[in-house]
């Protein structure tokens, strides 16, 4: 490697040697210009560069000679040829630091300073080009690093990089302006003064004039600064919890951008953010920080009252000088001018009027930078907004983490001040959740610890506010309760402000703005104003929100009203949600991928809708909706809350006519079996049989009906692994499916019997009534049917033996349910591929699918298929010699299958846990549990199979009478204690 150094008197090395010996300052000239240029030269043009005052002949011959030196220093550096020369070596020069990567460091000196060719005109016009161009980069690039340094808050490294530019250019003031007022903001006045006379000495030594009009200025005001104080900032009496990626976006934007508003509902901490960026903040402006709070300020004329608070809030802090004036508003725009600082004014929102003032600070100063706090934004084009809300808190899973949450530190640190120690971490989330973790709500609630638990402050907060008060003497009569908070708010509200906040306090959680307008009546303008005074909380896609606690506090204004208005309001929430439904459920099809992504935005709404239709005993209602919801929530796996609203629904249902209840049966039952309780679903589909079949002359609706409960019967069966009547059901909704034509319905009995034919290997039957369903789900573009059909003809062919075959269809399953958004499903191709991956021996493909199959379940939160995928997991782990992490995986799902009465897929955990007995060298209560699967009624064939398999080898068990759970149990307890015994545990009593 050949490095040139060029700025200053060149040199030239070679791995790490300085070479010597060039015959002449021409030749180390020719191959400095070569190496730059990076060119192929004309050997004339070189001899005209360099020799150009020499005849011809002599030119050439010192061209020559010079050549000859440099390929005698530097073998290979150069590609020379009778016509040219070019560079032929890899070249690291200093100019390439600074041109390509934008170094400074590397210019010590001019480019080739001192080195001076003699009659060579060309070459020395040249080599002012290149300096003044090296020159110019050097400078734009100090300035570059002195910028980004100073906006970081780096500032010794921004002091450094505008010394570094004094150097090149000494007379230039700027660099000096800038190091004088990072002197300053450090507090290092007399540093900021001395940067000043040198300024000035070398102005008045190389130009002979004085510092420009903006430098004497900034020196003036450096010497006013000393005097001052840095900020009037309140003392921090209380530690600040969270907002730290708040607190870190506001340092870097308030010096950038000049005015922020932060909006936010009372009590969202919007003061004491303020406060906590002001004390970052202190050192970064010359004259520091100024507060003000605007709370007290009152009066006719806003902007005045503003004014002249302005004035009496930073003269009592001398942070301006007493104001004698009879024009007080031009004397304090005249002294800001003269000043560099952050001004936060705290509680504006209810000095709108004066806003324009703000405009005229930003206006007619240069360095007066503006922080407000306000319920409401300014509407000032310069605005930017930054909204609070609550603060973070963790879900009811993981609520053992809410004392790591600032919500939660926020909370015990208010409990701790009146000695209260609260250790419910349960409860404390409860709270959080209940109050949004909004700061003063939290506060509040904490108040209550020294005399109630936090279940019992939680168990009351579920049902109204009234506990959110506080009895400070030294806090504003506004912020002593959530109610007095709010009805703050609800005082400076239009009539039509108000009549839309009550209204809306019967939508929940997220909403759009289409049902905000069609429940309230509401404009668009008038919910555009709620939410530009942080009553109603927007996000990024166009959704509404109110704060659960002002929701209960416009709840309370609703219920004040006459009953009608309430009464009315609800109706049309009911009137909404239930088009809704319509519109994206209604017929024969599942609503597209983008609405039902909307599940977050519409639940809650469709709980409370629901709700009052069944106050309001509307049967109508509920029968209407009842079959587009379950598509909902079948879509979104919310059935543990689609339960309740049923039983609460059920009185209402029981009494109506035989159709209707059996519909609501069904319903029922489907929801219990989607709850993993089979049993309860079960009873409810048998009922909803028997109710049908008393029902003297169907309709086609009831037959269709009746062909779904009687597909559900199958599937039932099918778990409690009475196999013969679960084929009776099946063959029995095919055929009332095809009595009345229904080539939609009927595809799930025919994916459910095919997939049952499979298990008892009724295989003929099972690929003819699969290809058929398979072929109506394509011709009727029913997507979700076609998915479940190409995991039932999948594993269809993993029992005909033909694997590749198996994982065709599971991975056509697998991203079709992929593009469709159908996680449910993807989880159940994904584990079927890494079924057929263990039977292959692809054990690392076998892991990989289990991970991805596991990270389905958590997104769906549906845990049916944890059975097999424990046993797929672990039979892996147990095949490749990881006894460790497949008894993990094992007794995970032993453990689970104690909450499932899935037979078939509770004794394929069974079997693989025998497999790890063998592992542990308990033969013999691996004998039992091969035994107890082979001989169990709800052995598929395939489990039969397996585990007869197994018993060749070992000894005749004795296969204990126990119940499945029982069974399981004792295995748990087997496996735990096979490192203690060498004897089985299996036949102990229970």
Request: negative net charge; contains cysteine.
């Amino acid at each position: 490697m050949i490095e040139l150094n060029l700025f200053g008197y060149p040199s030239v090395w070679q791995d790490g040697k300085q070479i010597s010996g060039f015959i002449s300052e021409k030749a180390l000239a020719l191959f400095i210009y070569v190496a730059e240029t990076r060119e192929t030269h004309a050997r004339d043009y070189l001899t005209g560069l360099l020799w150009g005052d020499t005849d011809d002949s002599k030119a050439k011959a010192s061209l020559r000679s010079a050549l000859y030196n440099i390929g005698k220093l530097l073998p290979d550096a150069l590609d020379v040829t009778r016509k040219t020369v070019a560079l032929s070596a890899e070249i690291q020069s200093s100019t390439t630091q600074l041109r390509q990567h934008n170094d400074p460091t590397v210019y010590t000196a001019d480019f080739l300073a001192g080195f001076y060719i003699p009659d060579s005109p060309e070459f020395e016009e040249w080599q002012l080009r290149q300096r003044e161009q090296l020159r110019l980069l050097a400078v734009t690039a100090w300035q570059k690093r002195a910028l980004a340094a100073e906006q970081a808050g780096e500032t010794v490294d921004a002091i450094t990089a505008w010394r570094e530019l004094c150097k090149l250019e000494p007379w230039r003031e700027e660099p000096h302006r800038h190091i004088m007022r990072l002197h300053a903001r450090q507090g290092d006045y007399a540093a900021a003064l001395h940067q000043f006379k040198l300024c000035a000495a070398i102005l008045e030594e190389e130009l002979g004039v004085e510092p420009m009009a903006q430098t004497l200025r900034l020196a003036e005001q450096i010497k006013a600064a000393r005097s001052q104080p840095r900020d009037n900032l309140p003392a921090e009496s209380e530690p600040f919890f969270g907002r730290s990626e708040r607190l870190s976006d506001l340092k870097s934007r308030i010096p950038t951008q000049r005015l922020i508003t932060l909006t936010g509902i009372g009590g969202s901490g919007k003061t004491r953010l303020a406060i906590a960026v002001g004390r970052e903040l202190n050192q970064h402006f010359l004259n520091g920080v100024g507060y003000v709070s605007l709370d007290a300020v009152r009066g006719k004329n806003a902007h005045r009252a503003v004014v002249n608070a302005l004035i009496s809030i930073l003269s009592q802090a001398d942070m301006l000088p007493q104001a004698e004036t009879d024009k007080p508003e031009e004397w304090l725009l005249e002294q800001l001018a003269q000043r560099e600082m952050l001004l936060i004014l705290d509680n504006f929102e209810h000095l709108l009027d004066a806003a324009l003032l703000l405009d005229r600070i930003l206006t007619e100063t240069d360095n007066i930078h503006l922080l407000i706090t306000s319920r409401e934004r300014l509407r000032l084009r310069q605005e930017q907004i930054i909204s609070l809300g609550g603060l973070a808190y963790p879900d009811a899973s993981a609520a053992e983490s809410v004392f790591t949450t600032p919500s939660g530190q926020l909370f015990i640190a208010a409990a701790q001040r009146i000695g209260a120690d609260v250790r419910d971490a349960n409860a404390v989330t409860r709270i959080c959740q209940l109050v949004d973790g909004l700061p003063l709500a939290l506060e509040m609630a904490a108040a209550w610890t020294d005399s109630e638990s936090a279940a019992n402050i939680a168990d009351s907060l579920a049902i109204d506010f009234d506990l959110l008060q506080l009895d400070e003497r030294n806090r504003p009569n506004r912020q002593r309760s959530i109610h007095a908070l709010f009805n703050y708010s609800w005082q400076k509200m239009s009539v039509t402000e108000q009549d839309c906040l009550r209204k809306l306090s019967v939508l929940r959680g997220f909403f759009s703005y289409a049902a905000a307008q069609t429940v309230t009546g509401a404009t668009r303008a008038t919910l555009a104003r709620l939410v530009n005074k942080s009553l109603v909380q927007t996000t990024g896609d166009g959704e509404l929100r109110q704060h659960p606690l002002l929701r209960q506090f416009s709840a309370e204004k609703l219920r004040s009203d006459d009953l009608a208005q309430p009464t009315a309001t609800q109706q049309r929430h009911l009137d909404y949600f239930r088009a809704w439904l319509n519109d994206h459920y209604g017929g024969d099809n599942i609503a597209p991928l983008d609405v039902t992504q909307q599940v977050r935005v519409d639940f809650e709404n469709l709980q409370a809708a629901w709700a009052f239709a069944v106050a309001q005993a509307d049967i109508d209602a509920l029968s209407a909706i009842l079959p587009d919801l379950v598509r909902h929530v079948t879509r979104k796996n919310r059935y543990a809350d689609f339960e309740e609203m049923l039983t609460a629904a059920r009185p209402l249902f029981v009494n109506h006519s035989a159709e209707e209840w059996a519909q609501f049966l069904y319903t029922d039952a489907v929801t219990h079996f989607r709850s993993n309780r089979p049993t309860s679903g079960h009873n409810r589909a048998a009922e909803s049989w028997r109710v049908l079949e008393a029902i003297p002359q169907p309709t086609t609706e009831v037959v269709k009906l009746q062909s779904a409960v009687a597909n559900v019967l199958l599937i039932s069966y099918k778990i409690k692994g009475d196999y013969p009547t679960a084929i009776q059901f099946g063959q029995r909704s095919i055929e009332l499916h095809e009595a009345v034509g229904d080539t939609f319905g009927i595809v799930r009995p025919l994916s459910n019997l095919g997939g049952l034919y499979t298990l008892v290997r009724e295989l003929e039957k099972a690929e003819a009534l699969l290809k058929r369903g398979y072929a109506l789900c394509q011709t009727n573009d029913n997507h979700d049917g076609a998915i479940n059909f190409a995991n039932n003809l999948g594993l269809l062919y993993l029992e005909k033996g033909e694997p590749d075959q198996a994982s065709d269809y599971f991975q056509r399953a697998a991203n079709e349910a992929e593009k469709w958004d159908r996680p449910l499903n993807a989880m159940v191709a994904t584990t079927n591929l890494a079924d057929v991956a263990l039977r292959t021996g692809r054990y690392d493909d076998t892991f990989a699918y289990c991970r991805a199959s596991q990270a389905l379940m958590e997104r769906t939160g549906d845990i049916r298929l944890n059975l097999e995928l424990f046993a797929i997991w672990g039979a892996a782990f147990l095949r490749t010699g990881r006894n460790a992490e497949a008894t993990e995986k094992i007794c995970a799902g032993l453990t689970q299958a104690l909450r499932f009465e899935h037979i078939a897929n509770t004794l394929y955990i069974v079997l693989i846990a025998g497999e790890l007995m063998l592992a542990l060298d308990d033969r013999a209560g691996a004998a039992e549990v091969f035994g107890y699967v082979a001989t169990h009624q709800g052995s598929s064939e395939w489990l039969r199979e397996s585990a007869e398999y197994h018993l060749k080898s070992l000894p005749a068990p004795q296969v204990p009478e126990l119940p499945l759970n029982e069974f399981i149990e004792n295995i748990i307890k087997a496996i735990n204690g096979a490192g203690k015994s060498p004897h089985s545990t299996m036949s102990s009593p229970h």
